[in-house]
C-alpha cells in the first residue's frame, strides 16, 4: 500500500515502512524521525511498551516528537495474549523512569482510532512529546460496524518550528527556553539553512540552549518547565464524549471500547429506578471537563477492564478532593466488558 499510495505526482516517495528488530530499536528510530521533522509512529501490545520504556524518556525530556500505538492486552507477562482488556493506562502514562508524564489517548471504536491517527502526530508535534494511544485488543481484532471514515480536512499541525527567516529575525535562538510561558519551546528543523538552526539534543541533564549541566537549579528549572507543558496538554487534547441531564446524582465514568456495553447498562439501570449520566474520558491527562463532571454528581462509577483501578488510581492522585464520592466498577476476565457485570456492580453498591 506504501508504494501503491504514498507516492508524490512526480513519482517521489513520502512515506515509509520499517521493520526493526525489535521494540526498543522500534521506538528509538520514531524518536529519530521525529528529531528529524518527519511524523512517525510505531504499534505494538503491552510486552513491547514495556520495552520501549528506556527510550521513551529522551522523547518526554528532550522534546522530540513521537507517536506509539498500544493494543492492549492480557497481562502481566504473556498473559492472554489473545484477550482484551485496559490495563496498560498507568504504566503508559508515565512510561519511563524519573518524574514522567505523557500524553495519552483513548479511542473507543474504529472511527475514533481512524480520527486520533492525525490527533496523535498534531499533538506530538504542538507539545514536543512522545504521545501513546491506547487502543483496546477488543477494538483491534473483533468485529465493529463503523461509518464509512471521513478523509482529513484540517491541516497538519507542525507546532512551534522556526524557520530561516524567523530565526534571522529572531536574533537568538535557545532550543529550551520557554518564552511563551506554556512549558513548549521553539525548535528547528533538520537541515534548515541558517547558522543559528542548529542545537545540542540532551537526554542528560541540559539548560535553555542545551548544554550540559549539573546545576541543581538548571535540572529542576526544567522540570518545572515539562510540568507546565502537562498542563497545556490538558487544553489540547481531545475532550470527553458526555451525555448530561441536569439534577441527576449519579454518573458513570468509561474510556475506550466500553461504551456499547455501558450503554445498555444505564438502559436497564434506568428501568429500575437509576438515571445516570455519563462520560467517556479521551485522553491523559485529565481535562477540565472530567473535574467538571465529577464535581456534578454526588457519586461516580468508574468503568474500567482492569484488576487495579487505573483510571481511579490516576484520579485519585490528580483530583484527590473527588476521591470519596468515586466508586470502582472492575472486569479484568480477558472477555469484553458486559452490561450485567456493570449493573451488578453498580446496584452492590446503591442498595443499602
Not at 265 to 276: D, F, K, M, P, V
Request: negative net charge.
Amino acid at each position: 500500500f506504501a508504494e501503491k499510495y504514498r507516492v508524490d505526482k512526480d513519482g517521489k516517495k513520502n512515506f515509509a515502512v520499517v521493520q526493526a528488530e525489535d521494540d526498543l530499536a522500534s521506538i528509538a528510530m520514531v524518536g529519530g524521525a521525529g528529531w528529524a521533522g518527519a511524523r512517525a509512529v510505531t504499534a505494538t501490545s503491552g510486552p513491547g511498551l514495556s520495552l520501549m520504556a528506556e527510550a521513551a524518556g529522551p522523547s518526554y525530556y528532550a522534546g522530540i516528537p513521537a507517536v506509539i500505538w498500544d493494543v492492549q492486552r492480557v497481562g502481566p507477562s504473556t498473559g492472554l495474549p489473545t484477550r482484551t482488556m485496559q490495563g496498560d493506562l498507568t504504566s503508559a502514562y508515565t512510561l519511563s523512569h524519573g518524574d514522567t508524564k505523557h500524553v495519552v489517548l483513548l479511542p473507543g471504536s474504529p472511527s475514533e482510532c481512524f480520527e486520533f491517527a492525525q490527533t496523535a502526530f498534531d499533538l506530538a508535534e504542538s507539545l514536543q512529546t512522545l504521545v501513546i494511544v491506547l487502543s483496546d485488543l477488543d477494538i483491534g481484532m473483533n468485529l465493529h460496524v463503523a461509518h464509512k471514515f471521513g478523509y482529513p480536512t484540517d491541516r497538519f499541525l507542525r507546532g512551534k518550528v522556526l524557520n530561516a527567516e524567523q530565526l534571522e529575525k529572531a536574533g537568538e535562538f535557545h532550543r529550551y527556553r520557554d518564552v511563551d510561558g506554556d512549558g513548549v519551546p521553539y525548535r528547528t528543523l533538520t537541515g534548515t539553512a541558517h547558522p543559528k538552526a542548529a542545537y545540542f539534543t540532551r537526554g542528560t541533564g541540559h539548560d535553555e540552549s542545551g548544554l550540559y549541566s549539573e546545576s541543581p537549579e538548571v535540572y529542576k528549572a526544567n522540570m518545572i518547565r515539562l510540568a507546565k507543558k502537562t498542563e497545556t496538554a490538558k487544553t489540547m487534547v481531545p475532550k470527553p464524549i458526555t451525555d448530561f441531564k441536569a439534577n441527576v446524582k449519579v454518573g458513570v465514568m468509561m474510556f475506550g471500547g466500553t461504551h456499547e456495553a455501558v450503554s445498555e447498562a444505564r438502559y436497564i439501570l434506568g428501568n429500575q429506578g437509576l438515571e445516570t449520566n455519563c462520560t467517556r474520558v479521551r485522553a491523559l491527562p485529565l481535562c477540565g471537563e472530567v473535574e467538571e463532571f465529577l464535581d456534578s454528581h454526588e457519586r461516580v462509577y468508574v468503568i474500567e477492564q482492569n484488576r487495579d483501578g487505573q483510571l481511579m488510581s490516576i484520579i485519585r492522585s490528580e483530583l484527590p478532593q473527588y476521591s470519596a464520592k468515586c466508586h470502582s466498577v472492575l472486569h479484568c476476565d480477558g472477555m469484553p466488558l458486559d452490561a450485567e457485570t456493570v449493573v451488578e456492580q453498580i446496584l452492590k453498591t446503591e442498595v443499602p
